[in-house]
């Protein structure tokens, strides 16, 4: 599948700042975090403006942005829409959880918790969108869901630290980040492996009926020029730039923000600061790139009529 990159960035940023607003709506409330006004200013301001940036992004993916809001009447049959319905929803009580503690000094519990529910269910219909999607075996699996809510909670908690340790406040459990962390990386490699020794479940036989009178191959192209089709579901990517950029995103993702993740235990203060900023960074640059090889290695089902052999 073409890897556009205002969806990718959307799922990236967007991932983050829901992982972020989940966080800060459950330990907020329970006294985890500090209840300087400040602190949930600044926090909240990080976790609202990527989830927006993400939502903005998406929209240039559009072919008719004008009639953006008609994605959100098919919520009933529609992942896309249930997304759009959950994100725009979030809104609300994350804004109340805000005013409370940023304004009014009051951190709300109920408000919290309504928006980190949000918050998770947004990421869980944007997983869904792919996990729902049988024509492209890569996507349509049991190991896209808890992927996407894992990435979504690591990219969170490596914001979380960072502005923790902006404003001195007391770090999270020192088993914490690198445990979030070790998740969200087993998990990836558990895709990783279960894509690759997944065996096709279209051939070129199946997807023509023809499959019973012997090996179906294509006999002539049905394009003499790319076509959108080729150009959105046709995308690929040869496996040894595959395998190098998954090496660079588990090592920038997840490798590097792991070991980074310990220096506020041992060097507190400036050091501790720039560690956490180089482990989002990183970690957000991990994800991005994951995230481009999700789209970039998934086949559609559609691509065997144009010349695959399986999906």
């Not at 998406?58 to 959950?86: I, K, P, Y």
């Not at 998990?187 to 065996?199: E, N, S």
Request: proline share 5%; hydrophobic share 55%; glycine share 10%.
């Amino acid at each position: 599948m073409y890897p556009s990159l205002s969806v990718i960035f959307f799922t990236t940023a967007s991932g983050a700042g829901y992982g972020l607003l989940a966080l800060l709506g459950i330990l907020a409330p329970f006294g985890v975090l500090p209840a300087d006004p400040l602190f949930g200013l600044v926090a909240l301001a990080l976790a609202l403006g990527a989830i927006t940036a993400g939502l903005l992004s998406s929209l240039f993916h559009l072919g008719q942005r004008q009639r953006a809001w008609r994605a959100f009447s098919q919520w009933r049959s529609s992942w896309l829409s249930r997304e759009g319905v959950a994100a725009v929803a979030t809104y609300l009580p994350a804004a109340l959880f805000g005013i409370g503690w940023v304004f009014l000094g009051t951190v709300s519990k109920a408000a919290g918790l309504l928006a980190a529910l949000g918050a998770v269910a947004t990421v869980f219909c944007t997983s869904m969108i792919y996990r729902s999607l049988k024509p492209v075996p890569r996507w349509h699996n049991r190991w896209v869901v808890p992927n996407y809510l894992a990435l979504a909670l690591m990219s969170g908690t490596l914001w979380l630290v960072l502005v923790l340790q902006i404003f001195g406040a007391r770090p999270l459990p020192a088993a914490t980040v690198p445990a979030v962390i070790v998740l969200a990386a087993v998990l990836k490699l558990a895709y990783w492996r279960f894509v690759d020794a997944a065996p096709a479940t279209s051939t070129a036989g199946s997807a023509t009926g023809l499959g019973s009178m012997g090996t179906v191959r294509l006999f002539e192209a049905p394009h003499t020029s790319e076509n959108y089709l080729l150009k959105e579901m046709g995308f690929s990517i040869a496996r040894k730039h595959a395998a190098r950029l998954r090496r660079i995103a588990m090592v920038l993702g997840f490798g590097l923000p792991f070991l980074l993740s310990f220096v506020p235990f041992v060097a507190p203060g400036g050091p501790a600061v720039a560690a956490a900023f180089v482990a989002a960074v990183l970690g957000t640059v991990g994800v991005f790139i994951e995230r481009w090889l999700f789209f970039a290695e998934a086949r559609h089902a559609v691509t065997l009529y144009y010349g695959a052999s399986a999906v």
